[in-house]
C-alpha cells in the first residue's frame, strides 16, 4: 500500500473519490470474478472500509486501485468461507490460478485497467436490455449512485428500482450479456446503444433541477468512453453536444420558467464549456466522418459562437439540419430545421414545414409550442392560444408548463407582434 | 459454452413462416436447409425443427386419479411456437448472430432465450 498523499480526506473530498472510484472498481471487480453481484458487494465493504479510515489517514493516491485491491481480498476471503463461495471458488478456478493473481497484482500497481469500465458500459447498454434498464445499470454499477439517487432521478421508489436493477441484473448472467468490447462487425450498433443511453441520461438531467446531477454523470461517463474510444468521432460528438448544451444550463430558466435560445442573457454561458466543446466539434470536422451527434454538436456550436440572436449563421444552422435529415430522417429533426429555417424564410414557410409533420408528433409539446408561435408571428391569435394550450397539456416539466403559461398570458396582452 | 433456444412463433391463421407458391417454398426449404447446413457444420445445431400445428397438441395434467388428457394446447392464444433450434453458442452475443441469420433465412420474429439442461444432460 502506498502512503497517502491527503492527509485531510474531508468528507466532500472521500465522496468525490468514492463516486469516481466506483465505477472502475466495480468494472474491475466483475472481470475478475464474473459476477456483478460478488462484485457490488465486495466494492461495497471495501467502501465500508475506507470511509471509516480515509478520513483519518487521508485519502490514497490511487483511490480505484486501493478499493479494488481490498474488495478483491475481501471476496476472497468471503468465496473461501461459505458454503457457495467453495462452489464458484471451484468453478472459477482463475481467483487462485497463481498467474492471474501475478497479473492482479500488477494492475494493482498499475491501477485498475481502463478497458474494464469499457466492457461494462457495453454490458450495462446492451440493446438486448430494455432502455430503462440500461440507464438503471449504466448510473448504478458505472457512475456509482446509490439504487435511492437513481430511484430519485427517475421518480420510481427504490423499491421499485431495486427491483429493476435485480431483474437486469438476471438477464445479464441467466442470457449470458458478455462482459466484453463488442467485435467490430458489431461495434457501430452497439456504439450507437451506449451513446443513446449516455444521452438519455443526460436529458433526463434537464427534466427539473433536483436531476441537474445526471447531467454531470452524463458528461463524465462521455468524457471517461472518449478516452476510452479515441477514434470513435461519434462518442466525442456527443461529448461536444453535451458540453455546449450545458454551457448554457444556467441561462436556460429563469425563475423556474424555460428561456428560449433567443432570449438568454449569452453572457451567462459558461465560456470554458463552449471552447472546449469547439474543439472536439473542429476536430470532428477535420476527421469527416460525421455523423448525428457531431452535426447536433456541430448546430450548437453555431449557436454559441453568435453574440447575439442576430449574429447567428441561420443559413449555416439550416445546412446542418438538412445533412442532419439526411442520416437522421426523424420528424424531430425536421421540426428543429422548420424553427430555424423560419430566421430566414419567415413564420409562413415555417408553418407550412410544420404542418406537414404535425400528425406524427401531435404527442410532442414542442412541436405544437413552435406551431402556436409560428402563428402568433403570423398574426393569428386564436390558432396560437389553440396551439399553446394543446402543447401546454402536453408538457411535463415544471419550467415547461411555466415557460407556456407566459407565452398564453403575452397573448391575452394582444401580443402578436413577431 | 451455453444453449439457447430460438423459437418462432406462428399467428392462427397464418402460415408459420412457409411461403405460398411450391417456387417460393422450395427456395424458402433450400434457405433452411442452407443455415442448418452451416449450424451443423459449426457445432452450433443441436436440435431442432418445426412443429404441427397446435390442434394437434395433447396436454397431460396429474390428478389423483392418474394423469388427465385435454385436447389441444396449454394455453388458447392467437400465437403459438411453431418451431424451434436448440443451439450451442458462447454468450448471448454469439447466439444473437445465429438469431439473425435465422431471422433472415425464415422472415419470421425470433425469440432468443438461454437454455438450461436439467437431468442427466447436466452432468
Known amino acids: ?418 | 459454452m451455453g444453449q439457447y433456444l430460438l423459437s418462432t412463433y406462428a399467428v392462427e391463421g397464418q402460415g408459420a413462416g412457409a411461403p405460398p407458391t411450391p417456387e417460393d417454398m422450395k427456395t424458402f426449404m433450400d434457405r433452411v436447409v442452407a443455415l442448418e447446413d452451416e449450424m451443423e457444420a459449426t457445432g452450433t445445431f443441436v436440435f431442432g425443427g418445426a412443429l404441427y400445428g397446435p390442434d394437434a397438441a395433447t396436454v397431460l395434467r396429474a390428478s389423483d386419479s392418474g394423469p388427465v388428457m385435454t385436447d389441444g394446447p396449454f394455453v388458447e392464444a392467437k400465437e403459438h411456437i411453431a418451431g424451434f433450434y436448440i443451439i450451442n453458442a458462447d454468450d448471448l452475443d454469439a447466439a444473437l448472430v445465429w438469431a439473425r441469420k435465422v431471422v433472415d433465412a425464415i422472415s419470421h420474429p425470433i425469440e432468443v432465450r438461454p437454455f438450461r439442461a436439467t437431468g442427466r444432460l447436466r452432468a
Open chain 1, 1 to 418: 500500500m502506498t502512503a497517502p498523499v491527503a492527509a485531510t480526506g474531508d468528507a466532500i473530498g472521500v465522496d468525490r473519490v468514492f463516486r469516481e472510484a466506483y465505477g472502475q472498481a466495480v468494472a474491475t471487480l466483475i472481470r475478475i470474478f464474473g459476477d456483478i453481484t460478488l462484485a457490488e458487494d465486495a466494492v461495497q465493504e471495501a467502501f465500508v472500509v475506507a470511509s471509516d479510515r480515509w478520513p483519518r489517514s487521508g485519502i490514497p493516491p490511487n483511490p480505484a486501485g486501493w478499493i479494488v485491491t481490498t474488495a478483491r481480498n475481501r471476496a476472497i476471503d468471503d468465496l473461501r468461507r461459505s458454503a457457495r463461495g467453495r462452489q464458484l471458488h471451484e468453478e472459477l478456478g482463475a481467483v487462485v490460478d497463481p498467474s492471474r493473481e501475478a497479473r492482479i497484482e500488477r494492475r494493482e500497481v498499475e491501477g485498475p485497467v481502463k478497458d474494464d469500465q469499457l466492457r461494462l458500459i457495453f454490458t450495462c447498454c446492451h440493446p438486448a436490455l430494455r432502455t430503462e434498464h440500461n440507464v438503471a445499470l449504466t448510473l448504478r454499477l458505472l457512475g456509482g449512485l446509490s439504487v435511492d439517487e437513481v430511484a430519485r432521478s427517475f421518480l420510481v421508489s427504490e423499491p421499485a428500482m431495486a427491483k429493476r436493477l435485480v431483474r437486469a441484473k438476471y438477464k445479464i448472467k441467466a442470457a449470458g450479456i458478455p462482459y466484453r468490447v463488442p467485435e467490430d462487425a458489431d461495434l457501430p450498433e452497439r456504439l450507437r446503444s451506449v451513446l443513446s443511453v449516455l444521452y438519455l441520461i443526460y436529458n433526463t438531467g434537464l427534466e427539473g433541477p433536483e436531476r441537474a446531477s445526471l447531467r454531470t454523470e452524463a458528461i463524465r461517463l462521455a468524457r471517461a468512453l472518449v478516452e476510452l474510444m479515441p477514434d470513435e468521432p461519434e462518442a466525442a460528438g456527443l461529448l461536444a453536444l453535451m458540453l455546449l448544451s450545458e454551457s448554457r444550463a444556467t441561462a436556460r430558466t429563469s425563475d423556474g420558467s424555460l428561456v428560449l435560445l433567443r432570449d438568454q442573457d449569452r453572457t451567462r454561458w459558461n465560456r470554458t464549456m463552449i471552447q472546449e466543446g469547439h474543439a472536439i466539434v473542429r476536430a470532428c470536422i477535420r476527421r469527416g466522418r460525421p455523423g448525428p451527434f457531431q452535426l447536433q454538436a456541430a448546430i450548437q456550436a453555431v449557436h454559441c459562437s453568435a453574440d447575439s440572436l442576430e449574429a447567428t449563421d441561420w443559413a449555416q444552422i439550416v445546412a446542418l439540419y438538412d445533412h442532419l435529415f439526411s442520416v437522421m430522417p426523424t420528424p424531430v429533426v425536421a421540426l428543429n430545421r422548420a424553427i430555424a429555417a423560419a430566421e430566414i424564410e419567415g413564420p409562413g414557410a415555417a408553418l407550412t414545414a410544420i404542418d406537414a409533420i404535425a400528425a406524427e408528433l401531435d404527442n410532442y409539446h414542442p412541436m405544437h409550442a413552435a406551431r402556436g408561435t409560428m402563428l402568433r408571428r403570423l398574426g393569428r391569435g386564436d390558432a396560437a392560444r389553440a396551439a399553446y394550450e394543446r402543447a401546454a397539456s402536453l408538457a411535463v416539466t415544471e419550467a415547461d408548463q411555466q415557460f407556456l403559461a407566459h407565452l398564453l398570458d403575452a397573448l391575452d396582452e394582444g401580443g402578436t407582434e413577431s
